[in-house]
């Protein structure tokens, strides 16, 4: 499969546990976030967004919280599966009219 | 089915043979762009363009071209590939720049 990060942060987890991946960004005028996953040999995937006038934002099995004092995101995993298996990587943006600004990732590897 | 199609999706050349990597959407965006994707440095934007005929540099603009002579095509072109480039691209597209981004299932470049 295709190797996207050989140095990123990993974190494993067991199949079932709830995984919590974190993502610290720098600008303070960023005021909306997105969560990617990117599988080996694929392009990444959207999975969850959250708006900076929200906290918390919740999808299927998947949680986004936004503490905007200290500039950090989370995405939590519940009862995680070998299927989430991926890299996961945190995107902002300040404006609708400008990129969006990725972050490295954190390699998520779950242990059945 | 709602899909970014790049061609190809593995290549491997010599320095200073020019070659294009195409890129299809099918969703009508308007906003679409270049990565590549290195080891530690993350997605990193080559080229975007906000809509026909309408293009830019991104962070790492230099040895690449592109054309947007249509919504749907935003081919990327390497004149004179360099060992340098060697490297994962993707193509996305989306409502807009700081709007979610559709990624394709990547190319991998190498250049010898």
């Known amino acids: 499969g295709e190797s996207v990060g050989l140095h990123l942060p990993t974190l494993s987890v067991q199949e079932g546990d709830n995984s919590i991946i974190n993502c610290a960004y720098s600008?303070?005028?960023?005021?909306?976030f997105i969560w990617y996953k990117q599988e080996s040999g694929k392009g990444p995937q959207f999975i969850i967004d959250i708006r900076s006038n929200m906290d918390k934002r919740q999808g299927q099995r998947v949680t986004v919280l936004l503490n905007k004092t200290v500039k950090h995101l989370s995405l939590q995993i519940a009862a995680t599966q070998p299927g989430d298996s991926a890299v996961y990587f945190c995107a902002e943006v300040d404006s609708g009219n400008t990129p969006l600004v990725f972050g490295k990732g954190t390699r998520l590897s779950v242990i059945a | 089915e709602a899909q970014v199609t790049q061609n190809p999706r593995y290549l491997i050349t010599v320095t200073g043979k020019k070659l294009t990597v195409t890129c299809s959407q099918n969703?009508?965006?308007?906003?679409m762009s270049w990565y590549r994707q290195d080891p530690g440095l993350g997605l990193r934007q080559i080229y975007y363009?906000?809509?026909?005929?309408?293009?830019d540099k991104g962070d790492v603009p230099e040895g690449y071209k592109v054309s947007r002579k249509e919504k749907r095509n935003f081919p990327l072109i390497l004149e004179s590939p360099s060992p340098n480039q060697t490297s994962l691209y993707f193509c996305?597209?989306?409502?807009?720049?700081?709007?979610?981004?559709?990624f394709g299932d990547g190319t991998r470049l190498s250049i010898l």
């Open positions: 996305a597209s989306s409502l807009g720049p700081g709007r979610p981004q559709h």
């Open positions: 600008n303070s005028a960023s005021d909306y």
């Open positions: 969703m009508n965006h308007e906003y």
């Open positions: 363009s906000m809509n026909v005929e309408v293009t």
